[in-house]
Every structure is written in C-alpha cells, then in structure tokens.
C-alpha cells in the first residue's frame, strides 16, 4: 500500500554530503579540493568583499560609465486612454472591474491609469489608481467625477471578488 511512510527518492536523486579532508583514499584528501597554493586555498576570510574579482578592475566601477539603471521601486500602470471608456453608458461607474469585463484590461494585477487621448462625450463615475491631468479636466468637463483608489481598497475589491 502506497502512503507517505514508505516514500522514498528516486535511484540517484539523493547524493551524501562530500566530506573532504578525510584522507587520500576518499578522494578529496591532502588538498581537500582547495589546489595548492593562492588566496582561495587558505583557511579564514577569503575575499576582500563578496564582488571582489581577484584584482581585476571591477564591474561594479565600470558602471558608472554606463548609462541609465531600473528603477526596482517603479510601478508599472496599465494605461487606459478616454477614447476606451466612450463604450460606456452615460451615467456608468467605471471601475477596474469593469474594465476587465469589457475586455479592456488583460489583469488587475497592476493599477489602472487614466490617460486623456480621445475625446469623453458621456457622464461617467471613473475610479482608477491614477489619472492624467487632461484625463482627469475632460471627464470632469463632462459632467463625470474621478475618483482615485488606493492601494489597500482595490487588494479589498480583489479579496471580495476572489
């Protein structure tokens, strides 16, 4: 009978531990795979810094020669022009929901942005995580609000929907 208790690894997938310096038969004796003489073979600190490239000059002050770096703190938004919400009704709330409903957004793992290419004719309720300011003066020019969501609402909005 097959059960948790007598499971065992594949032949061959499970290797022991290699136990160097533990004599010449084993394999790994006398230099413990270390090669003789130089900086790597003794014992204690080995390197300068953990970037260090043996003297060599290092790719860490290269990169100031080098242009432009990633933002690692950038956001990345998906963009949604006006031109897209004119589809809905007059007097409809435009959330990212509804967005995704109609086939506009791929996701809601980002947050939305509002861009203002196109013109709005209708009254809309928008809410989005952030807005152009063109965006934000066309839909309020017509007669609609916009309305920013934060971050903890739309994991609450994700939460409820999942």
Do not use: C
Not at 35 to 50: N, P, V, W
Not at 89 to 99: F, I
């Amino acid at each position: 009978m097959l059960g948790a208790h007598n499971l065992r690894p594949p032949r061959g997938a499970t290797h022991a531990r290699k136990r160097v310096g533990r004599g010449n038969s084993s394999g790994h004796g006398t230099y413990a795979g270390r090669g003789l003489k130089g900086q790597r073979s003794r014992s204690g600190k080995k390197l300068a810094y953990d970037a260090f490239e043996g003297g060599q000059f290092p790719i860490s002050r290269k990169f100031h020669v080098l242009r432009g770096f990633n933002n690692k703190w950038r956001v990345p938004f998906q963009p949604v022009n006006l031109e897209a919400l004119e589809r809905f009704d007059d007097g409809a709330t435009v959330t990212p929901e509804t967005l995704k409903a109609a086939g506009i957004l791929k996701h809601l793992r980002e947050p939305v942005k509002i861009l203002g290419r196109g013109e709005l004719t209708r009254k809309l309720t928008v809410a989005a995580h952030a807005f152009s300011a063109t965006a934000k003066a066309r839909i309020e020019a017509a007669g609609g609000t916009a309305t920013v969501i934060t971050a903890s609402e739309s994991r609450q909005s994700a939460e409820k929907g999942s």
